[in-house]
């Protein structure tokens, strides 16, 4: 029955513990938990600025390629412009 006993005590031991740990962790456990939540909360504040900085930035970058689109099909149009008089002059 030694051995029982020393179960026994080892469950008792165990049992005492979890208690303990139970009794003092929940409080470390919820300041840690606020402390998470908080880090969490900034760390998607940050993220939410990031992104509407790059959406901004996105935007305008938009913008810049239609604009140099647009630029590009009108010295595409000079080009045949050009190309049409040197053809016309050349052939004379």
Do not use: F, N, Y
């Amino acid at each position: 029955m030694p051995e029982g006993g020393g179960i026994m005590k080892r469950i008792l031991a165990v049992l005492l513990l979890a208690i303990v740990i139970i009794g003092c962790g929940s409080k470390m456990a919820k300041q840690e938990t606020l402390d998470a939540l908080a880090e969490a909360r900034a760390a998607l504040d940050a993220a939410e600025a990031k992104i509407a900085g790059l959406e901004g930035e996105m935007r305008a970058l938009k913008d810049k390629k239609a604009e140099l689109e647009s630029e590009m099909t009108k010295l595409a149009q000079d080009i045949e412009m050009l190309q049409a008089k040197i053809d016309k002059h050349c052939k004379k």
